[in-house]
């Protein structure tokens, strides 16, 4: 894998990592809680959809929230506000709650009909010398198997997530390594 190991961004290509990109779809597809945590809706909606089930208490725990019962309650009353790291951390276990509790529903949307079919952006050369610019067109791909990516997006695991991510692209034989960064990615099941 020579492209993995080369300085991306080093002669002025913009993009991202096409695993993030694909996460970012992921998380779309996933919906959630619009409002920012920072407000009022949206912490109390976060708490009241961890807060129904010993997994969302759990959730809380691994992301680090180790508050009293009492302190809990009145964040869910409202009458004492969490500090903003709590809230960063309310609001990443509310995310990797959810990415859990939908990760089944989106691997059977996903892996339903012989896969779903994904839009390849090329990254962005436009800040790239000419005589550094690569050839690269939109391409499509269909995934069949999401099993990894969809766990590893579930984890939270972004190592895990792009070595996944990287064994689909594989299917684009030699030219694989110049969309391991993208502009964007589309998909929709």
Known sequence: MPDRTHEFGLYGAQGERGSAAAARVLDSLAGG???PVSSSRGLSAR??????SKAGYEAMKQAGINVTPRTMKR???GTQRPNNANLE???RAYWMFRRQNVAKYLLKRLNSRGG???EIHPLDQSRVLVPRQRVLEYRKLNIRHWDAIVNAWAKGDSRMLDDAWID????????WGKYEYVTSVGFSA
Do not use: A, H, P
């Not at 689909?168 to 030219?175: A, D, F, I, Y």
């Open 116 to 118: 779903t079919r994904v």
């Open 75 to 77: 964040w869910l009353v």
């Open 168 to 175: 689909q692209m594989v299917e684009l034989g030699s030219q």
């Open 89 to 91: 951390k309310i609001d």
């Open 47 to 52: 708490l009241r959809y961890l807060t129904r």
């Open 33 to 35: 809680i619009s409002s």
